[in-house]
């Protein structure tokens, strides 16, 4: 079964209760149909289309405030059988409701800042010192002085790669297939 789902459909009708007698004598198979109208235009051509889904059981109530020319959005279940050499679809409906537009409000567009914003402010500790920045920029504050400790590492400039020698270009003597000579680029 594959699962499907029409939004804002248009209804063109729904049927009223169908039975359909039991070939075993048992209880009538009982069904509703609802008929989406999913016709279109085009280069001045009406090309109609018309969709039935059937509601059984207990779902067959979700049509009782459905009417022709209301929009709603449906979900059900597309399925097929073979049958003396053919196949046959069934689109049986789970699920029907009004279809309401969302409304489309844009958000409103945040205001531009004006310059930088504020960065809070901390109370510098002791051994802090903020060192003057040229042209007058706001400043982060700096690390803290700490004292010099020994260095254990120092980092090696990496050694530089030895230069691979290029493939030995070896001549060109006849062509292997014809029109290699008409290329446009040397051989």
């Known amino acids: 079964m594959i699962k499907f789902s029409a939004t804002n459909a248009l209804v063109h009708s729904v049927t009223p209760v169908i039975e359909i ?3 075993s004598g048992g209880q009538p198979f009982c069904k509703r149909e609802l008929i989406i ?13 018309f969709v039935s889904i ?3 059981g207990d779902k067959m109530a979700q049509l009782d405030s459905v009417y022709p020319g209301m929009r709603v959005n449906v979900d059900g ?3 097929g059988r073979e049958y003396n050499n053919r196949i046959y679809n069934s689109v049986r409906g789970q699920s029907v409701s009004p279809y309401q537009a ?3 409000s844009a958000p409103a567009p945040a205001p531009m800042p004006i310059g930088y914003p504020q960065q809070p402010q901390y109370q510098q500790a002791p051994g802090y010192q903020a060192a003057p920045m040229p042209g007058g920029y706001p400043q982060q504050p700096a690390a803290p002085a700490y004292p010099q400790q020994p260095q254990q590492y120092a980092p090696q400039p990496a050694p530089a790669a030895a230069p ?3 493939p030995a270009q ?3 003597s006849q062509p292997s ?3 290699v000579n008409d290329l446009p680029f040397p051989h």
């Open 21 to 23: 007698e039991s070939r």
């Open 177 to 179: 297939s014809p029109g």
């Open 164 to 166: 691979v020698a290029a």
């Open 102 to 104: 969302q409304q489309q």
């Open 37 to 49: 109208d999913d016709s279109w235009d085009k280069d001045g051509k009406h090309y109609a289309n």
């Open 170 to 172: 070896q001549p060109y």
């Open 54 to 56: 059937e509601f059984t």
């Open 77 to 79: 279940l597309l399925s």
